[in-house]
């Protein structure tokens, strides 16, 4: 597959087409994705690296495989939660077919492993670098949490329903787009929480003889 020749047929398509600029970022995600996996098509797609690479929700992501899928720019499989995750195969787009001669059918644990050790782990909020083995507790917008960081956390005394709380809380709140790193964001608003509603101090009552 050619780099230079996909980006010439997908703006050529696009002339006919009113694709979102959400839907141009997953795409151009995606043959990234595939580049930095030297062109192994197709390949088992991990959706958190896409949405962070091409700044969008989970949500907006599953709508922009759809419809990419339905214009024919990529074939898209449909993962299984926490079973499978979604296979992408992108289309050849220099003469509009598909060529999949020579394509072996890998099962997901092949897929994955020989996916092991490419570019194709998710990036680090903080220094936009990948993260090898990086195992995500929680994710939305351009914000993840690792389960090593939620470790973390715990060790600072916080339980796994504050944690999850603040989270929440993070998540729903309206300028939650200015912040970098949801690790420290949890961190700050939980030390906050602490401060403002210290646990209640236990009275020692006089003993009675």
Not at 51 to 63: D, E, L, M, P
Not at 89 to 96: D, P, Q, S
Request: charged share 25%.
């Amino acid at each position: 597959m050619n780099y230079i020749s996909q980006i010439n047929g997908f703006w050529k398509i696009a002339e006919d087409k009113q694709f979102s600029s959400s839907e141009i970022a997953t795409y151009f995600a995606l043959l990234n994705y595939c580049n930095n996996l030297n062109w192994l098509n197709p390949f088992v797609c991990h959706f958190e690296y896409v949405c962070q690479t091409a700044s969008i929700s989970k949500n907006t992501f599953y709508a922009c495989m759809e419809t990419l899928h339905n214009e024919k720019l990529i074939e898209y499989t449909k993962g299984i939660k926490n079973s499978k995750k979604p296979k992408v195969f992108i289309l050849n787009l220099e003469n509009k077919t598909k060529n999949k001669t020579g394509i072996k059918l890998r099962t997901e644990e092949e897929q994955n492993e020989e996916q092991k050790g490419n570019l194709n782990k998710l990036l680090n909020n903080e220094t936009n670098k990948p993260i090898n083995n990086r195992e995500i507790y929680k994710f939305f917008s351009h914000l993840s949490i690792s389960i090593e960081e939620v470790e973390k956390i715990k060790e600072l005394g916080f339980t796994k329903f504050q944690i999850d709380e603040v989270l929440e809380s993070i998540e729903n709140y309206k300028g939650n787009t200015k912040y970098k790193s949801l690790y420290l964001t949890a961190k700050k608003w939980l030390n906050k929480e602490r401060i403002e509603n210290p646990p209640p101090t236990e009275v020692k009552r006089p003993m009675v003889y």
